[in-house]
T-cell receptor, first 117, second 118 residues
Framework: DVKVTQSSRYLVKRTGEKVFLECVQD?????MFWYRQDPGLGLRLIYF???????EKGDIPEGYSVSREKKERFSLILESASTNQTSMYLC????????????????FGSGTRLTVV | QQQVKQSPQSLIVQKGGISIINCAYE??????FPWYQQFPGKGPALLIA?????SEKKEGRFTISFNKSAKQFSLHIMDSQPGDSATYFC?????????????????FGKGTHLIIQP
């Protein structure tokens, strides 16, 4: 069964800590995405990547960075965690590439609920 | 700027009834409109999707109706069942804009919390 795996279901971190959220997909997908989900706000795109070492800012990139050193792994980094980054973080992947499969076959992980205290 | 507006925020429907969730978009470049279903503790899962070259798509009890001129699309759940109780998200995306033709991300509505009462 193909899947997107997020390394932690729950995390509690202190303000100012550097936080790494890891995501691995086993579908050989080119595209990977990080969203955050907040009540009443839906899912908001933080960063995405369409190739190894490539990254694009989404709608709310401030306070975040990403790393994609291997095709199957996409990491979200909170450089200095703040309480307003308490949220559910969802990783997703999709196949596609030039002109194709936009949004097709998005597969989401189960999410990481991050609490910053 | 919210590019996809979803309503209602919450919805209660009796078992066997029709659940209707509506979405409106602003960006005329959007050309793919999926609906996602999310159960508690799980990530969203693709339910059904439509392209603007058709006005309706049906898969089992789930139907998307699409009105290109009005820039609106809706999800209809026929014969709603308690197992359909979940949060539903509409979304939209457009052709790639990144260098090298890479993927763009989906823009999601804010979600509808659907409860089907037995």
């Amino acid at each position: 069964d193909v899947k997107v795996t997020q390394s932690s279901r729950y995390l509690v971190k202190r303000t100012g800590e550097k936080v790494f959220l890891e995501c691995v997909q086993d579908m050989d997908h080119e595209n990977m995405f990080w969203y955050r989900q907040d009540p009443g706000l839906g899912l908001r795109l933080i960063y995405f990547s369409y190739d190894v070492k490539m990254k694009e800012k989404g709608d709310i990139p401030e306070g975040y960075s990403v790393s994609r050193e291997k095709k199957e792994r996409f990491s979200l980094i909170l450089e200095s965690a703040s309480t307003n980054q308490t949220s559910m973080y969802l990783c997703a992947s999709s196949s596609g590439g030039t002109g194709g499969a936009l949004g097709y076959g998005y597969t989401f992980g189960s999410g990481t609920r991050l609490t910053v205290v | 700027q919210q590019q996809v507006k979803q309503s209602p925020q919450s919805l209660i429907v009796q078992k066997g009834g029709i659940s209707i969730i509506n979405c409106a978009y602003e960006n005329t470049a959007f050309d793919y409109f999926p609906w996602y279903q999310q159960f508690p503790g799980k990530g969203p899962a693709l339910l059904i999707a439509i392209r603007p070259d058709v006005s309706e798509k049906k898969e089992g009890r789930f139907t998307i109706s699409f009105n290109k001129s009005a820039k609106q699309f809706s999800l209809h759940i026929m014969d709603s069942q308690p197992g359909d109780s979940a949060t539903y998200f509409c979304a939209a995306s457009s052709a790639p804009r990144g260098s090298g033709g890479g993927a763009d991300g989906l823009t999601f509505g804010k979600g509808t919390h659907l409860i089907i009462q037995p």
